[in-house]
């Protein structure tokens, strides 16, 4: 948190200095503001980091709420509801508009960071139908460290097969999509899991 906030300091520190205003209505500052909030604090958010008290109260939560259930859960609802409350409080005792325009900034930077941190903390399922799974489960523990659950298949026109289950991060789904590629005549599908049970 503590170099999270002296990179904003000093980022606020130049960028005023910079001799660059660009006159806009409050609706496009709004959403090209939000839009830069949202990567921003994506980017910092995915990493495990943070630069206010909100984010850090919105960690805590969801590590929380990950370990009782084994759901995975998304920052942004928490922070959303979090801001809203500032907002609501800011509307009330110190200026509406500034109050609904900033909270209209905060809406559509959740969105962004939604998207960009669902799409890469997503769990991703494998499954390979092939003939020969040896090699392919081999190489999924030499380059990977996986393993994967083996189950006997039948193909009205291949016949005998062998399926493979395993799951891997968004980040590794290359590494596997290369293993699969080396062992031809297997069939692959990928897909993202909403949530895992223990």
Request: hydrophobic fraction near 45%; charge should be negative; glycine fraction near 6%.
């Amino acid at each position: 948190m503590a170099f999270g906030s002296a990179v904003y300091t000093v980022g606020l520190e130049v960028f005023e200095r910079v001799p660059f205003e660009l006159n806009t209505e409050h609706f496009l500052a709004v959403a090209f503001g939000g839009a830069l909030l949202g990567l921003g604090l994506a980017l910092i958010l995915r990493v495990g980091g943070c630069i206010d008290g909100s984010e850090i109260l919105a960690n805590i939560i969801v590590d929380y709420l990950s370990e009782k259930t084994g759901k995975n859960y998304s920052l942004t609802y928490i922070l959303l509801t979090f801001n809203a409350c500032v907002y609501i409080t800011a509307f009330f005792v110190i200026n509406q508009n500034a109050a609904l325009l900033s909270l209209l900034v905060y809406v559509v930077a959740t969105s962004i960071i939604t998207n960009v941190t669902d799409h890469f903390d997503a769990i991703k399922q494998v499954t390979i139908i092939t003939k020969n799974p040896d090699n392919i489960i081999k190489e999924i523990k030499h380059e990977l460290n996986k393993t994967c659950t083996l189950m006997n298949s039948y193909g009205m026109i291949a016949g005998e097969n062998k399926t493979l289950i395993c799951y891997v991060s968004y980040f590794e789904l290359q590494k596997m999509k290369e293993i699969i590629s080396r062992n031809k005549g297997s069939f692959s599908t990928v897909s993202t899991v909403d949530e895992i049970l223990r």
